[in-house]
């Protein structure tokens, strides 16, 4: 495929049969020109200013910007569909173009089929100067609304190409279109490359490879966060020689997750450096430099901050907050300058706490933090496989006790995180940042219940349920303090709030029989637990079991129920 330039896209094209989008159902180049050229002709028609666009489906997300783009339309790329967010952001535009329900009255959500019927604007090279809207996740607070012009997008996606012109494989992610990492990446340049894209956002590395091996090679936009759960989850002998490369962005990526994923699969990861603000800057494998992409210059301000400057950076934005040291031929990132809080009057560099922390055997990620009303730093902390066998064999005392010690070493007490919260992996949004919001919520209270996913395929009357059981689960806390396991009557709750959820709404706990508790339920456990109701007898028949052998099991009677078996 010969590579069009973005504003190019909606003009006739000699691989007018070729397939960007290949299933749900498959949209040729023409088809995807034809579709956006006929919702030009409604938008133009209805004269909407500005929309915001969220889509689940990047091929209806690529043919609602170039419909906007065609049409004049500036086009408002929110971070997330939540309810806050679709409410802030509602009186700023005239109207919703979505592939989903959002949280907003139905007369201001217009879907794409709704505006086919017009007739369809003429073919035209696009008006560079024309903008976009990209809103930022909001990580620190209230989300940024940074204007783009459509130039600078096409400026950024062709050096992309100019540094990696191959291979023409087949595109697919973990992150979203919406975002400024994921829309040049997923969408625009292989759509310029002429490459094809897999049209769903792949969350969990089982969905990635499952969704990847229809083709004989590929390529992946993922995020560091879904790297680091790949683990043992991944066919490697299958995706070996047929994943061609990976990019990921939107977080450091650690050393040994980089070893792990060359030593499964023969590459190591592009890690690219940027933000929403700047675009892609600079790239790297492994522990090497940064390298700046083509057209990208840098430098440092006085205090040792890094400067941008390429066609795709507004001047406002070349300044960035992060400490670097120039080398030959590239540069290190130091941390962010910005990331420095103040306790009683000392400064204190979160990502030097962070970075140390990460050298200890017991951790794998780590973000600290102050919540909102907070006089102290709160620790959020994935743990390694190390630090898990210390949680279950020692206890959370003494992996507290442990990371405190660690950091104690280099640092003065006020820098030493009050709480810790310890997790699998640390919590992210779709972008894999941790909004300060939900860094709040991550810092609350440790939970009560296991993340509760139901199975399916069972029979009327029962439901089955994979529990993953928190590493930090409040029933923990003095049951034991050396082996924390999950008390039964934490269990026996699980049981009966899922009954009252999916089975058996309104059930009142009358009495408890044939009660049997066999193996001790640890942190990091990956149970199930299976539920019947008997509606003759009025109980609700419960097991729990990891790797098939039984854990809890019991018959909890409806109060009023009939006690006999």
């Not at 088809?31 to 969220?54: N, V, Y």
């Not at 897999?198 to 089982?206: A, G, K, T, V, W």
């Not at 909004?435 to 029979?459: I, K, M, T």
Request: proline share 8%; glycine share 8%.
């Amino acid at each position: 495929m010969r590579w069009t330039p973005l504003e190019h896209l909606l003009l006739p094209s000699a691989d007018a049969g070729a397939v960007p989008f290949a299933d749900e159902p498959p949209l040729t180049r023409a088809a995807f020109a034809q579709t956006s050229r006929l919702a030009a002709g409604a938008l133009q028609a209805r004269a909407p200013r500005r929309l915001a666009l969220w889509f689940d489906d990047a091929a209806v997300l690529a043919t609602a910007l170039f419909a906007c783009w065609r049409a004049g339309v500036v086009a408002v790329l929110p971070g997330d569909a939540q309810a806050q967010t679709c409410a802030a952001l509602d009186a700023d535009v005239d109207a919703w173009l979505t592939d989903t329900v959002l949280p907003l009255p139905a007369d201001r959500q217009w879907r794409l089929s709704g505006l086919l019927n017009n007739d369809a604007m003429a073919p035209a090279e696009l008006d560079p100067s024309l903008t976009l809207v990209l809103c930022t996740s909001g990580s620190s607070g209230k989300p940024k609304h940074l204007v783009k012009q459509w130039r600078q997008l096409a400026a950024e996606v062709a050096a992309l190409q100019q540094q990696w012109p191959g291979p023409d494989a087949p595109v697919l992610g973990s992150v979203s279109a919406q975002h400024m990492y994921g829309l040049p990446f997923r969408v625009l340049w292989p759509l310029c490359a002429g490459r094809q894209i897999d049209r769903r956002q792949r969350l969990y590395p089982e969905e990635l490879q499952q969704a990847s091996l229809r083709y004989p090679s590929f390529t992946w936009i993922a995020s560091p966060a879904l790297l680091r759960r790949l683990g043992q989850r991944l066919g490697w002998a299958q995706l070996r020689g047929r994943l061609v490369r990976i990019h990921t962005s939107g977080g450091a990526l650690p050393a040994e997750v980089s070893d792990a994923i060359e030593r499964d699969l023969g590459l190591r990861p592009t890690e690219i450096y940027g933000s929403s603000e700047t675009g892609a800057v600079a790239w790297r494998t492994g522990s090497a430099d940064w390298q700046p992409l083509p057209g990208t210059a840098v430098s440092l301000n006085a205090e040792g901050a890094l400067r941008v400057q390429s066609p795709w950076v507004n001047p406002a934005d070349e300044q960035t907050s992060d400490g670097a040291r120039l080398a030959p031929g590239g540069f290190q990132l130091l941390g962010r300058l910005d990331r420095i809080v103040k306790i009683e009057e000392k400064r204190i560099s979160l990502p030097m706490l962070e970075q140390s922390l990460m050298r200890h055997a017991y951790v794998d990620d780590a973000r600290l933090g102050r919540p909102a009303g907070a006089a102290r730093l709160t620790g959020l902390v994935a743990l390694s496989a190390a630090g898990l066998h210390a949680l279950r064999n020692q206890g959370r005392k003494a992996v507290v006790d442990a990371l405190r010690a660690h950091l104690a070493a280099g640092f003065e007490s006020l820098a030493i995180p009050r709480s810790w919260r310890f997790y699998r992996h640390l919590p992210a949004n779709a972008q894999g940042k941790l909004p300060q919001a939900d860094f709040d919520a991550a810092a609350g209270p440790r939970p009560v219940d296991p993340v509760a996913v139901e199975l399916p395929g069972q029979p009327p009357g029962e439901r089955r349920y994979a529990l993953d059981i928190p590493y930090d689960l409040a029933h923990f806390s003095g049951h034991f303090p050396s082996a924390p396991v999950v008390p039964g009557v934490a269990q026996i709750g699980w049981a009966v709030s899922l009954a009252q959820r999916d089975l058996r709404p309104g059930l009142r706990v009358g009495d408890m029989e044939a009660l049997k508790f066999q193996k001790l339920l640890r942190p990091g456990d990956a149970a199930v637990m299976a539920l019947r109701w008997d509606e003759t007898k009025q109980k609700l028949y419960f097991t729990c079991t990891v790797d098939d052998a039984p854990c809890a099991s019991g018959r909890i009677l409806e109060a009023g129920g009939d006690a006999g078996t």
